[in-house]
């Protein structure tokens, strides 16, 4: 072959071009496909172990909600076993829907104290009102009837 011949020779055409094209268009939509799929996967799927941990930790902290009266030493020890529980479900945790879960969790275990606190409150506000001879709507009119008095 010759020098004049070699030059002549097509090499990168549109059928060349297009191949290329074809093969790119192929492998990036069979990678987001499989992207597609494994978002989903994340995104649906609770696996076994959150799930697991889950209901141990659901369970622990309705049964704090339903304990009923409890003093402070009682509420405490169960909170921490509450918390430990909902520690190991979020250890657990491994896509994303496994860790929606354990926020779920949190947010329901501090509602619940956030529920005993404000009871306690209102025990003491009670006891205060009680201690200084009031009680209810009543007692505060009659204070501030005293006070307006003085």
Not at 4 to 10: A, D, H
Not at 64 to 92: C, I, N, W, Y
Request: without cysteine.
């Amino acid at each position: 072959m010759k020098i004049r011949e070699l030059l002549q020779t097509e090499i990168w055409n549109r059928r060349t071009t297009r191949k290329i094209l074809v093969g790119f268009g192929i492998v990036f939509g069979v990678a987001a496909i499989g992207l597609g799929i494994l978002y989903a996967v994340e995104v649906n799927w609770l696996t076994a172990g959150e799930r697991n941990a889950a209901k141990a930790a659901l369970t622990q902290i309705d049964a704090l909600q339903d304990a009923g009266p409890l003093s402070d030493a009682e509420f405490k020890v169960r909170q921490e076993q509450t918390d430990a529980k909902v520690k190991a479900a979020q250890d657990a945790a491994e896509t994303l829907k496994d860790d929606s879960t354990q926020e779920t969790l949190f947010w329901y275990l501090a509602a619940v104290e956030l529920e005993r606190s404000k009871v306690q409150f209102k025990g003491q506000t009670e006891s205060w009102s009680r201690m200084a001879g009031f009680a209810g709507r009543s007692g505060t009119r009659k204070a501030k009837r005293k006070l307006m008095l003085l």
